[in-house]
């Protein structure tokens, strides 16, 4: 019987450092969202400094938790290892696309295609508060190249027709995202309308005065 006891005592120790990092990840995940959060609370803010840095102190715990679960896939591979991954990718991309920058790569965010491809629907869904916002202050020329990025992400997203078990929910975050932007097309199209009836009346009174 004593093969038998080394064996369980080696199963045992494998259970038990693959138990600690479980615990490691969900602590270093619940990290990593309050990051993003926190990074798209300064995004919209346009506390660019603030989200700079949340953004780095986020991407160096993902790096982190991936190198950690190099030998445990199924850990990397669980939903709140993929959720955190997601979300760091929707801050990203979303800060990409507020301040035109260079659109970081899955490799550069250490996410796999399918975190990577539901946080870019997210990150666009988030551009239509910056497209209320500025309908909001009348500047809706402005809006309009924020709509043609959420437009661009949507055209790019339809054309993954994969299942569902490849894109972890892909199709379902394309629906929300369609809906979102048809939303947002709609409202931004009200606005511009609005504004050009008001110029019409204005440039109308003006003519009535002279």
Known sequence: MSELNQIIEEIRAE???????????????RELIRYCALSIRAIHRHEWDEAEQLL???????????????HYHDL????????????????????????GGEIPSPVELHAPAPAYLNGLAEAANELRRFVLDLIRLGR???????????DDVYSHLVTMDFPDALTG??????????????????DLTVAVRQEELEAALQAFERSNLK
């Open 169 to 186: 929910g892909l199709r379902r975050s394309t629906d929300v995202l369609r809906g979102v932007l048809e939303r947002t097309r709609g």
């Open 56 to 70: 780095a102190t986020a991407r160096d715990a993902a790096a982190v938790m991936s190198a950690d679960l190099a």
């Open 15 to 29: 259970f038990t450092a693959k138990n600690q990092a479980r615990d490691a990840t969900l602590n270093r995940s």
């Open 140 to 150: 809706c020329a402005e809006a309009e190249p924020f709509l043609g990025t959420m």
């Open 76 to 99: 990397y591979e669980a939903g709140y290892t993929q959720d955190a991954l997601k979300e760091v990718v929707e801050a990203h991309l979303l800060y990409a696309f507020v301040r």
